[in-house]
């Protein structure tokens, strides 16, 4: 559960001063979500997302997402809308917290993606892709490749008891990608976390993209290398090609990929496949006494990274 602070009806009728959107009818914490502490609040103007940023996101990125929010919102893209408060700016405080109003996406995550899903999710990822190409701030990508070597240095001495061959993988793993990782694809705004958890759909249709608080500036198509990810695995951790040929069609469809990011895409594979093995074993291995939350399992994306490395081309999933 993540509620991490609560919020009295008198505090946050004062914070709503700040704003036009009504009178406060009803405010619930949200069990989902790890990072930060959100609730679900009524007006008599509608219903809003209110969230307040813990300590694990950096005050200084704020403005990042929540323009970028914004930006794309603005655009047409199914994002949250920031509210903006009376004085036009989108961040304010809340008990000890910086915190934002943001729009309330109807529709659902859905847990069993079908390949229609991965379609879907496609065609939004590109046009979201699309649509930040004039976005004006920047925000390098903490987790990226220069990244992934040091994370793994300060979990390297316990991963073998975590997944048995852990360390030797890696090890040859980081030299691979740290020799032949591209540098000259196109690059843009990516989400960076669009797991199924963060997109809603109503039937089979996309409503929402949320959660843009990994949103960084990388290589467009490792965006996409996260999602195969993420979507295209069963839980016996066989490969979909349906599911990965419908969501590259989806996406190709939008924003068509060059010869360059389609022969990339096993590398990138490998690289996001590996991002999120090394950030779950980082979390396993420090799993504080008062967790809330379970931390995830590291060793599905062990053996994603086992499946990408004998990919030989990007025909294998299903181009
Ligand atoms: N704009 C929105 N509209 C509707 N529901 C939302 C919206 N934003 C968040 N939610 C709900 O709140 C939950 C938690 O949001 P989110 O995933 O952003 O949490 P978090 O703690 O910031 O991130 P993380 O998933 O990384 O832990 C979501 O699963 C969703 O149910
Ligand atoms: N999506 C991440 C978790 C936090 O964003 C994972 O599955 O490891």
């Keep these: 559960m993540a509620v991490y602070t609560a919020v009295d009806d008198l505090a946050l009728t004062a914070f709503l001063h700040d704003y036009d959107i009504g009178d406060l009818l009803s405010a619930k914490g949200i069990a989902e979500g790890v990072e930060n502490t959100n609730y679900v609040m009524m007006t008599t103007e509608g219903t809003y997302i209110l969230t307040l940023y813990e300590q694990r ?20 893209i199914a994002t949250p809308q920031p509210l903006p408060r009376k004085d036009g700016t989108l ?81 040859d793993e980081l030299g691979v990608l740290n020799a032949s990782w591209p540098t000259d694809l196109p690059q843009g705004v990516i989400h960076a976390d669009l797991f199924p958890d963060n997109v809603f759909f109503i039937g089979d249709a996309l409503s929402g ?34 599911k990965a040929r419908a969501m590259i069609q989806g996406y190709n469809a939008v924003r068509p990929l060059s010869a360059a990011e389609r022969d990339a895409l096993p590398l990138l ?14 979390d396993w291995l420090r799993v504080p006494e008062d967790a809330l939350v379970t931390p995830k399992d590291p060793r599905p994306y062990y053996e994603r990274l086992r499946f990408h490395r004998s990919v030989s081309s990007a025909t294998e999933y299903g181009l």
């Excluded at 996101?57 to 047409?76: E, I, Q, R, S, T």
């Excluded at 943001?102 to 995550?109: E, I, K, P, Q």
């Excluded at 490998?270 to 779950?280: K, M, P, Q, S």
């Design 91 to 171: 961040l304010g405080e809340l008990c000890g917290r910086h915190a934002a109003i943001v729009t309330y996406l109807d529709g659902m995550a859905t847990r069993k993606p079908k390949p229609l899903h991965c379609a879907e999710l496609g065609r939004g990822l590109a046009a979201f892709h699309d649509a930040t190409l004039d976005f004006g701030l920047r925000r390098p990508n903490a987790l990226g490749v220069a990244s992934w070597g040091p994370l793994f240095a300060d979990s390297r001495d316990q991963a073998d008891e975590v997944v048995p061959g852990l360390v030797a993988l890696v090890d």
């Design 209 to 242: 993209l949320i959660d843009f608080y990994f949103a960084c500036n990388d290589t467009l198509a490792y965006d996409l290398a996260i999602c195969i990810n993420a979507w295209c695995f069963e839980d016996d951790l066989a490969f979909n090609v349906t």
């Design 57 to 76: 996101v950096d005050a200084a990125d704020l403005p990042f997402f929540l323009n970028l929010m914004n930006h794309c919102a603005d655009k047409g």
């Design 269 to 282: 594979c490998r690289g996001a496949a590996l991002r999120f093995c090394l950030t779950r074993l980082h």
